[in-house]
Each structure stands twice: as C-alpha cells, then as structure tokens.
C-alpha cells in the first residue's frame, strides 16, 4: 500500500503517517528506485497501535518505549507502560473532577447568598490548588521497587513495623465479614497477602500498589489476582466498584493532608453501603506531639469517618498497631 492509501484506511492524514515515521515509532520499507514508501500489513496494524496510544493520552516518547517492549516481547513491561498511563489519566480526571467540584460549589453559593464574595472564591480556589498539589506531591521515598525481593522476609520477621502482622490481617478479614458475592479491593497490597486472605474464602479481589516490583512478584505468587497499577490518591477504578476497601501497612506512608485525600478515593470507589478496615501504625491523638507526627492519628481519621456518616470501631494490637473499621448503619457490624 501507499501512503495516502493507509491514510484513508486509518482516517488520518498522510502528515501524521509522516510524522510517526519521522519520530521513529516505525519505519516503512521504500522502493529502491524512487524512494516511494511501502506499507506493509504489519505496518499498518502498528500505525493502528500508534493511534489508539495516542488517543489514550500516551506521550510520543512513552509510546516509543512502549513498542520497543512489544517489539521485545516484554509483556510485563509493556503492561506496566499502559498501566502507567492509565494512572497519569486517572489523575487528570480526578483534578477536573476537583475543579468542577469547586465550580458547583460557587455556583451554589451564588444562588443561596445572592452573591459571591471574593474571599469565598480565594478560599474555594485555595482549598482546590492545595488538593491538586498534595495528590501530585506524593513520592515514594523509600523506593519500594529495590524493597520488594525482601518485602516477604521482612513481614515473616514480625519484627519492627511488622510486628503482629498477620495478626492483623486476620482481624481484617473477621471485621470485614466478606459475603460470598462481594468485591474488595486492596490498597498498597505489596506482595498480595492480605488479598490473598480474602481469595482463600473465594472472595473476589482487586488489588493496587504504586510499586511495579511489588506488582510483580504478587501477580507470581497470586495469578488469578486483578492488580492495577496505581496509589492511594489516584485509584484506577470508577465511582462505585466495590463492597469494601482495605488496606494494611501503607497507609502511614501519606501526610496528614493525604490520608484525607485517600478517604475521599476510598468513599469514591465504594459501593454506597461499602465499609472500610486499615490496620496500620497510628497513635490515638492528634499529630501535635515530638516524633509521632509522621503516623496517622486515630482522632482525625474517626473524625472524618464520622463527619461522612460512618460508624467506627478501632482495635488496639499493640502500643503503635491498630486497626479501624467503619460502616455505614445499613451494613452488616461483625461486632454485633
């Protein structure tokens, strides 16, 4: 085939056919005598790659790295670049989803008060800027990749933050009280095994964690596993999915402002009678104290489920370990 022949078979231009070549994204063959370009199938079907790449937001440079691992046969790294852009565009989405948020909230005030002081418009806009900032501000300092080969050895030494880990994983599972045709979802999964807990009682589960190394080694250990790329602030799932939400150890690993921000992801993804159980290190006060800032404070966390119509019920496993349980009036209290 010719240029303008693919071009009208893909319904783009034979610029933009020229201009992939030119970015080295694929490379036609050409006639000896006149140069003139020849299309292959296999060239087409990748200009067809390209496209749809390009259409799901993926940057030139990103979909070059991305063929050159198709071309590589590297499933799982070619894997990890499509889930990578599913997070950057799942984050985009939830900022304009803030932003109109906080038009809808101007709106409304102009339609109770009549008017819209500019303090009002200041403070909406600032409340908006800082909850962009802190969703885009979240790194991973202590490089969970290089963590993940020993991530298993260091929870089976119930030694330091671990101590009484599976102890706590069990106290999930029995505050949860998952029903047969239930979904979960796991928040910083790390290798699976609180997932795996859940999978044992054929419960269906989806996981999440913001490492590819931990992603890794949880899909070898757990096949039938669905696991997504992605973080606490930004989940890669639609409003909705899921009865309930737990997480274990991750959590602390957010600032204060954060863990709100990862309530909010958590209600979002809920079902609306859903609940929510997070074992992690916390402390009982709120974060004002020398040398304890860093932990969540069970305080601000009953607060906010309160605030949000939760019921909450908080276990102690040891000095720094506990775990929180919150649901909605409607669901099912494994207390009662």
């Not at 050159?68 to 790294?77: F, M, P, Q, S, V």
């Given at each position: 085939m010719k240029i303008n022949e693919v071009a009208a078979k893909l319904?783009?231009?034979?610029?933009a056919v020229r201009f992939y070549e030119e970015k080295g994204l694929f490379s036609p063959a050409k006639q000896a005598n006149n140069l003139y370009r020849t299309f292959t199938e296999k060239d087409?079907?990748?200009?067809?790659?390209?496209?749809?790449?390009?259409e799901a937001g993926m940057s030139i440079s990103d979909i070059k790295s991305a063929l050159?691992?198709?071309?590589?046969?590297?499933?799982?790294?070619l894997q990890y670049y499509l889930e990578l852009q599913r997070t950057v565009m799942m984050s985009e989405w939830l900022q304009i989803k803030q932003v109109i948020d906080t038009t809808d909230q101007m709106i409304t005030l102009l339609k109770t008060e009549k008017s819209l002081p500019l303090e009002h418009i200041y403070r909406l806009a600032e409340a908006s800027k800082k909850l962009r900032e802190q969703r885009s501000s979240w790194t991973d300092k202590w490089d969970f990749n290089l963590l993940a080969s020993t991530h298993d050895e260091q929870v089976a030494s119930h030694s330091g933050h671990y101590a009484d880990y599976d102890e706590a994983l069990d106290i999930?599972?029995?505050?949860?009280?998952?029903?047969?045709?239930?979904?979960?979802l796991d928040i910083g999964t790390g290798t699976g095994n609180l997932a795996a807990r859940f999978m044992e009682l054929n419960i269906a589960m989806s996981a999440v964690d913001q490492s590819k190394e931990m992603l890794r080694l949880c899909q070898r250990k757990y096949p039938a596993l669905e696991t997504r790329l992605g973080n606490f602030l930004a989940l890669p799932y639609l409003e909705g999915q899921f009865d309930f939400v737990v997480s274990s150890f991750a959590f602390h690993h957010l600032n204060d402002v954060q863990q709100l921000l990862a309530l909010e992801e958590m209600r979002r993804v809920l079902k609306p009678h859903?609940?929510?159980?997070?074992?992690?290190?916390?402390?009982s006060n709120a974060p004002s104290d020398e040398n304890i800032d860093q932990y969540p404070s069970i305080q601000i966390l009953n607060d906010w489920f309160e605030s949000n119509g939760f019921h909450v019920k908080s276990h102690q496993i040891?000095?720094?370990?506990?775990?929180?349980?919150a649901y909605k009036e409607e669901c099912y209290d494994a207390g009662s």
């Open positions: 319904k783009i231009s034979a610029r087409v079907w990748r200009l067809q790659t390209i496209i749809s790449l390009r050159e691992t198709w071309d590589e046969n590297n499933k799982e790294e999930i599972v029995e505050s949860i009280a998952p029903a047969q045709n239930e979904l979960g859903g609940r929510i159980c997070i074992a992690d290190l916390m402390v040891n000095p720094l370990l506990h775990i929180l349980y």
